[in-house]
T-cell receptor
């Protein structure tokens, strides 16, 4: 069964600092990988996704993620964090077998301090 | 494009009553819709997957008689919480995807249910 681990429950960074959120997955085949962001009381917004091809994926809001098969990782990065980036971030792995079932990690809450 | 709406955004009901939540894909046809439940400070738990015109597939541990899902058209799915109890209080989120393997899921804004 597929699974996702986000080892950091809560991260605090200063505004303007760089950010890296960790994500490790478990899946038997080539995974479909996603990062979503959720603001308080809101639904999820897709930041970026990886299906195949270039392992460095660019997303919205200046985010990027790199797929590393050897490490089973798909870490999310941003070079300079803005106060508006404070939110909950979810990594997810999708079923490439056509069922489209997506399994989410437990999320990382990002706090941005001035 | 790929906007998904949910209605209502927030609902309070008495214990024992039923509540219906609608999920609509506004600008695309959704072959598949998903219903999730999110507990406070927790991840999303997939409840069921529904394909237009067929019965929903429920995840293990989800009571299909309690959480009725209908996907009557390519743009609308409904979740009815029957005989709601306080433990059903939660944040319910739907998502919709277009046809195709591995298509991205687009999420609705969620519905906050409080059962008194």
């Amino acid at each position: 069964a597929q699974s996702v681990t986000q080892p950091d429950i809560h991260i605090t960074v200063s505004e303007g600092a760089s950010l890296e959120l960790r994500c490790n997955y478990s899946y038997g085949a080539t995974p479909y990988l996603f990062w979503y962001v959720q603001s308080p009381g809101q639904g999820l917004q897709l930041l970026l996704k990886y299906f195949s091809g270039d392992t460095l994926v660019q997303g919205i809001k200046g985010f990027e993620a790199e797929f590393k098969r050897s490490q089973s990782s798909f870490n999310l990065r941003k070079p300079s964090v803005h106060w508006s980036d404070a939110a909950e971030y979810f990594c997810a792995v999708g079923d490439s077998g056509g069922y489209q079932k997506v399994t989410f990690g437990t999320g990382t809450k990002l706090q941005v301090i001035p | 494009g790929a906007v998904v709406s949910q209605h209502p955004s927030r609902v309070i009901c008495k214990s024992g009553t039923s509540v219906k939540i609608e999920c609509r894909s506004l600008d695309f046809q959704a072959t598949t819709m998903f219903w999730y439940r999110q507990f406070p400070k927790k991840s999303l738990m997939l409840m069921a997957t529904s394909n237009e015109g067929s019965k929903a597939t429920y995840e293990q541990g989800v009571e299909k008689d309690k959480f009725l899902i209908n996907h009557a058209s390519l743009t609308l799915s409904t979740l009815t919480v029957t005989s709601a109890h306080p433990e059903d209080s939660s944040f319910y989120i739907c998502s919709a995807s277009k046809a195709g393997v591995g298509e991205t899921q687009y999420f609705g804004p969620g519905t906050r249910l409080l059962v008194l």
